[in-house]
C-alpha cells in the first residue's frame, strides 16, 4: 500500500472521457477521500468507473476478502460520496461501481450541501487545478456536456425535438432529487441559486439515500428549473439523445463548464445548442439587458457609424454565443427569440456518446 496504490487507483479512475492527471495535487485528491484500504479494496474489486458494478458478495469472493469486511467500506464509500451504489430493478440486488472524477467524485464529495474542514481542504486543491479540469472537459472535438436552451424562448416556427426539452427529462423521471452546487460550493465565487442540480431515477435514488437530496416532485422541479432560468443559469446535460442522469444549472462565475470558455478560451468546453438568438432592430429599445445578462459575454451594443443613427443597434457574436436562450428570457420587450441555425444531432445513448468522446479526443 502506500503511494503506490493511490496511483493504481488514479490509473482507474483515469479510465474514463474526463481524464484526470499523473501529479501530486491528484494524489492528495484521492488521499482525502480514501484510506489506503479503501483504494486498495477499490483497486482489487473494479477496473474502471461504472463498467463493472458488482454486489458485494462478488467482490468478496473475488478478492478473497470478508463479506461483512468489504460491506463495512463499501457503506462507508458509498455514504461519503466515493462509491456509487444502486438497486438493480432486473434481480432487486444491490450494485456497487466506481464513480469518475468528473461528473461523479467531485460532485459527490461537495453537493450533500455540508461544509467541513476536510472539504475546504479539498475544495482548495480542486480549485488550483482548474485549468486542467476546464481543458480535459473540452477535450475531444464531441464535448462530454451539452447546453439546452429555454424552450418558451425558441421562436414558434422551429420544431423542438425531444432531446432539445429539458421539460421532456423532467417529465419522463420516475423520481427526482436536487442538490446543492458543487462547482458553487467548490469555488465559492458568486451568489447564484445553489439548490439547481437535478438528479434522475437511479441516480436520484442514491442522493436522496446518502447525499442530502431533496425528493421534488416533477411540478417542483420545474419551478426550480424557472427560477434557475430567472437567475440566468444556463442549463447543461450529458451529450446523448436518451434521458441524462442528471440536469445542471451552470453559471459563469464558478461552474467548470463556462469557465472552460471564459476563462480558458476553449471553444470545446460544452456543444451549443441547435439555437441562437434573433433580436428585432423594432423592438430593442437598447436597453443592454441582454448584454448584462449574457453569461458568456457574447452580446454588444454596435455604436452607430451613421449620421442618421440608423446602424446602431445589439449585436451576437455568434462564435461565442451557446444558444442558452437567457438572453432571450430576460429581455423587457420581447425583442429577441431563439431560431434554429443547427442540425446537430448527439448521439442516442449515454455510452455512444462517450465512444464517441474518445474517438474525437484531441489531447
Known amino acids: ?19 484526470v492527471p499523473k501529479s501530486k495535487d491528484m494524489l492528495k485528491i484521492l488521499k482525502l477521500i480514501y484510506t489506503p484500504e479503501e483504494a486498495e479494496l477499490l483497486c482489487s474489486a473494479f477496473n474502471a468507473p461504472y463498467i463493472d458494478a458488482k454486489t ?44 469518475p472524477y468528473v461528473p461523479g467524485i467531485f460532485e459527490l464529495q461537495m453537493n450533500d450541501g455540508v461544509i467541513t474542514d476536510r472539504k475546504r481542504e479539498y475544495a482548495k486543491i480542486h480549485e488550483a487545478m482548474y485549468s486542467h479540469w476546464g ?5 475531444s472535438n464531441y464535448p462530454l456536456m451539452r447546453v439546452i436552451p429555454i424552450e418558451e424562448k425558441i421562436s414558434v416556427q422551429a420544431e423542438i425535438l425531444p432531446f432539445e426539452k429539458v421539460s421532456k427529462y423532467i417529465e419522463e423521471a420516475r423520481s427526482i432529487a436536487v442538490n446543492p452546487c458543487a462547482c458553487r460550493l467548490s469555488a465559492n465565487n458568486c451568489d447564484k441559486p ?14 436522496i439515500k446518502y447525499r442530502n437530496g431533496r425528493r421534488v416532485s416533477k411540478e417542483e422541479a420545474l419551478e426550480i428549473l424557472k427560477k434557475a432560468e430567472d437567475a440566468g443559469l444556463v442549463h ?30 476553449n471553444p470545446r468546453s460544452v456543444a451549443k445548442s441547435n439555437f441562437m438568438p434573433e433580436i428585432s432592430h423594432e423592438n430593442c429599445r437598447l436597453c443592454e439587458t441582454c448584454i448584462k445578462w449574457c453569461p458568456l459575454q457574447a452580446i454588444y451594443h454596435h455604436y452607430p457609424h451613421s449620421e442618421n443613427l440608423s446602424d446602431e443597434k445589439i449585436m451576437i457574436l455568434e462564435e461565442r454565443c451557446i444558444g442558452c436562450g437567457i438572453c432571450a428570457h430576460k429581455c423587457p420587450h420581447d425583442a429577441i427569440k431563439l431560431v434554429r441555425v443547427r442540425e446537430e444531432i448527439p448521439e442516442k445513448t449515454g455510452r455512444e456518446a462517450i465512444m464517441r468522446v474518445e474517438t474525437e479526443r484531441i489531447h
Open 135 to 139: 481543458m480535459e472537459l473540452g477535450a
Open 236 to 265: 447543461t446535460v450529458s451529450n446523448q439523445q436518451e434521458k441524462p442522469n442528471f440536469i445542471c444549472n451552470c453559471c459563469n462565475d464558478c461552474c467548470i463548464l463556462l469557465r472552460g470558455i471564459t476563462q480558458l478560451h
Open 56 to 99: 458485494i458478495e462478488q467482490v468478496a469472493g473475488e478478492t478473497g476478502k470478508n463479506v461483512d469486511y468489504v460491506k463495512s467500506i463499501f457503506e462507508k464509500l458509498a455514504r461519503n460520496g466515493s462509491l456509487f451504489e444502486f438497486t438493480s430493478s432486473r434481480d432487486g440486488k444491490t450494485y456497487y461501481s466506481m464513480l
Open 194 to 207: 445553489l439548490e439547481v442540480c437535478f438528479s434522475f431515477d437511479r441516480f436520484a435514488e442514491y442522493l
Open 1 to 19: 500500500m502506500g503511494e503506490d496504490v493511490y496511483e493504481l487507483l488514479r490509473q482507474k479512475v483515469n479510465r474514463w472521457p474526463v481524464k
